[in-house]
């Protein structure tokens, strides 16, 4: 058995993070100094979730897993009340038209990130306790799905359809894993279709952003602003970049940059060489996920592993989908490395659990 963490794992994160910290800087100086007469704003903000984090990452790998399916569900039912409270007006802050956000001073709380690795921890052991009944739909899948559904269903009600559908597909992965059988995911993924549908028709916003994804150029100024501007800033880039601090686009061109664009502008300043050295950082990250998970015997703790790995997973993809334009803007972070204190707390407490749990995987 093991008796040291995975540090490949934890560099890698550390790399990553403070890579993070220094594009963050990078790409918000510019707005940060017109908005706040303080170029460093924004690295501050980061700068105290990431040393916080860090903290967390250590202290959390010495807590046994057991800890965390013990509370699992007091963790979920806080969540949960966290979810409802910030929709009420006075407590939650509303930010780019969604109230998903509990102001403390210039820091802003997103309980939507912590339901995300609530419902990791709740599955996982929900999984462990009902093993044998996941192949039956109405004893196994449907008590988990109808909690998953509501928790999207508050999530939306802010709206963020983003971190929403992030929480539902890493649910998916999990339950995939979990023994639910794969023609479930087929219906699923038709009624998903069909729910798709009827999330665009309640708010025609959702069509004008599919459609300036389409044709970005039919609307330059309004919808497909966004867009287009990230490939303008992916584009000229080349082998080697700009360099350091010389992106065009951060000028006020692509709207902060600092957050869900924040690749644009390392492929702005670092060329294919930057992409090609964080996309690295992801995959080995990702990589170890799978292998912790893998190699562990512990059924939760393996349930847990496959959870955070899945989320991670797939926010990443969806980020970067969005940046080139493969998909419509959906407001998702890019972990570890776009600015937002919540997401990126959270994800450093997921990796103190997926550093935990590697102290019980065999080699």
Same mark, same amino acid.
């Given at each position: ?71 699992c569900k007091k963790f979920l039912i806080l ?143 309004g919808s497909g602003f966004q867009i287009i ?35 644009? %502008? ?19 990250? %990702? ?69 935990n749990i590697s102290k019980k995987t065999s080699?």
């Amino acid at each position: 058995m093991r008796k040291k963490f995975d540090y490949p794992l934890l560099f890698s994160v550390l790399a990553i993070s403070i890579f993070g910290l220094i594009m963050i800087y990078s790409a918000s100086y510019v707005w940060a100094e017109y908005k706040f007469q303080d170029p460093f704003k924004f690295v501050k903000n980061q700068g105290i979730f990431f040393l916080l984090g860090v903290f967390l990452i250590f202290l959390i790998q010495k807590i046994p897993t057991s800890f965390f399916e013990k509370y699992c569900k007091k963790f979920l039912i806080l969540c949960i009340i966290l979810l409802i409270c910030v929709l009420i007006p006075g407590l939650g802050t509303v930010r780019n038209g969604s109230r998903s956000w509990f102001g403390i001073g210039s820091f802003g709380i997103q309980p939507s990130e912590f339901t995300k690795l609530a419902a990791i921890l709740f599955t996982s052991h929900y999984l462990v306790k009902h093993e044998k009944k996941m192949k039956s739909f109405r004893h196994g899948i449907l008590p988990i799905l109808g909690l998953i559904l509501f928790l999207f269903f508050l999530i939306m009600l802010q709206p963020d359809f983003g971190t929403g559908m992030i929480l539902v597909m890493s649910m998916m992965g999990l339950l995939f894993v979990g023994g639910v059988p794969f023609q479930f995911f087929l219906k699923l993924g038709v009624l998903g279709v069909i729910g798709i549908v009827g999330l665009i028709l309640a708010a025609p916003y959702r069509l004008t952003r599919i459609l300036s994804f389409l044709n970005p150029w039919e609307d330059p100024l309004g919808s497909g602003f966004q867009i287009i501007q990230s490939l303008y800033a992916i584009g000229p880039g080349g082998l080697f970049g700009f360099g350091f601090l010389n992106s065009r686009q951060k000028h006020f061109y692509l709207p902060e940059p600092q957050t869900d664009f924040i690749f644009s %502008i390392i492929s702005e300043e670092f060329g294919f060489m930057g992409i090609l050295i964080v996309a690295s950082l992801f995959l080995l990250i %990702i990589y170890r996920g799978f292998c912790i998970a893998r190699n562990c015997s512990d059924l939760f703790s393996k349930y847990v592993a496959f959870g955070i790995t899945f989320q991670i997973a797939f926010q990443s993809i969806l980020n970067l989908m969005v940046v080139v334009g493969l998909i419509p803007v959906t407001g998702v972070t890019l972990p570890f490395l776009s600015y937002g204190g919540s997401s990126l707390l959270i994800t450093l407490c997921e990796i103190g659990i997926l550093l935990n749990i590697s102290k019980k995987t065999s080699h």
